[in-house]
């Protein structure tokens, strides 16, 4: 399994930002829970978004939750993070996860639970 996220780029604050992930592998897209992660520098990798195997769920963390909107296409592969509004503090290098959960609507927020990640793609937004 190979993930490769796209779309990162230097914007303003308020601007919009749309993210993708796409999954390269034998394997059935469908058997993964995605989800998107963000590093800022000296910090801890935290949890962004997620959506799960059938796109019936997502979750969002709450810094981001009424400005970000992640959905998936499982005809392409892909899934996309739109991101609005967006912030100084948005300001991080982005990864993109595959998570081979047994459950369809499972959404882990934790890095543990992530088999394979994306290189990252970096986001910066100046105030």
């Known amino acids: 399994v190979q993930l490769q996220a796209s779309g990162g780029g230097l914007v303003q604050a308020g601007d919009s930002l749309r993210l993708s992930c796409e999954f390269f592998?034998?394997?059935?897209?469908?058997?993964?829970?995605i989800a998107w992660f963000r590093r800022d520098q000296g910090k801890e990798r935290e949890f962004v978004g997620g959506?799960?195997?059938?796109?019936?769920?997502?979750s969002y963390a709450p810094s981001v939750k009424d400005r970000v909107t992640i959905f998936r296409d499982n005809t392409q592969n892909t899934v996309t993070l739109q991101m609005n509004r967006l912030k100084s503090e948005d300001t991080a290098i982005y990864y993109c996860?595959?998570?081979?959960?047994?459950?369809?609507?499972?959404?882990?927020?934790?890095?543990?639970?992530?088999?394979?990640w994306g290189q990252g793609t970096q986001v910066t937004v100046s105030s």
């Open positions: 996860a595959a998570d081979s959960t047994m459950y369809p609507t499972t959404i882990h927020t934790t890095t543990g639970p992530y088999d394979y």
């Open positions: 959506i799960g195997r059938t796109g019936e769920t997502t």
């Open positions: 592998s034998g394997r059935s897209f469908a058997a993964y829970a």
